[in-house]
């Protein structure tokens, strides 16, 4: 079992930069496959990153850091967009063929034009 608790959302202004912190508990975190999705008011929710593939829609923008000695992965997150507003989960699965089984409780970001 895996526990994410993702933190660090808020207000930006378009153009600026935020850091989503995902920090996780439970079994061996550096053997989990992380990532990142988001959901926009009344749209589903959409996958984002992980650290080997980006949405086209933030790459070049997004990167993932993860750090193992802290069990805790990123969303840089550079050059916002207001579109980019939306709730962020982080997500973690135990291989990257496999369907992501642990989620976060999501952190909402909102970028202002």
């Known amino acids: 079992q895996v526990q994410l608790v993702e933190s660090g959302g808020g207000l930006v202004q378009a153009g600026g930069s935020l850091r989503l912190s995902c920090a996780a508990s439970?079994?061996?975190?550096?053997?989990?496959?992380m990532g990142w999705f988001r959901q926009a008011p009344g749209k589903e929710r959409e996958f984002v990153a992980t650290?080997?593939y980006y949405a086209d829609s933030v790459k070049g923008r997004f990167t993932i850091p993860r750090d193992n000695a802290k069990n805790t992965v990123y969303l840089q997150m550079n050059s916002l967009k207001p579109e980019d507003t939306a709730v962020y989960y982080c997500?973690?699965?135990?291989?990257?063929?496999?369907?992501?089984?642990?989620w976060g409780q999501g952190t909402q970001v909102t970028v202002s034009s």
């Open positions: 650290i080997t």
């Open positions: 997500a973690a699965r135990s291989g990257s063929g496999r369907k992501f089984e642990y």
């Open positions: 439970g079994r061996t975190f550096s053997s989990y496959d």
